[in-house]
């Protein structure tokens, strides 16, 4: 799920649980083929389900953060960026490419929408995201 918004917007943590990954060496807008790019991952449960959420292509990462550490609901976690695929190709914008934060879920180990636990309503038409607990 991608959901768009500003450049070095803030951006906060859905669920209280644990980081179970962190990327921070991309630039806010640095390419890299077939990658997040910067990212934090928070692994939660709900009811009897493991879920892990990862937000990715974030322009910077809270120094705070460290794998392994619990994290609670609405810490600040990054910034909106475009960084991995998203980045910038040769130093321009990709066609079409707005900043976005990417959201993949996982819920037992299986790919599932993010939405399911977001509790957030998305306009397809423009990726806005409205009672969005990510804060952007």
Known sequence: MDIAVNLQEPVFSSHSGTITGIERKFGPTEYAKNSYGNYVEVSFNVGNDKWKLLFGHLGEISPELEVGKSISAGVFIGTGGLSGNAGYKNGEPQSG???????????????????????????????????NPCGF
């Open 97 to 131: 490419m707005v900043p976005h934060v990417h959201i993949r879920g996982r819920e037992n180990g299986k790919s599932t929408d993010p939405a399911k636990v977001l509790n957030t309503k998305f306009n397809k038409s423009n990726g806005q995201a409205t009672n």
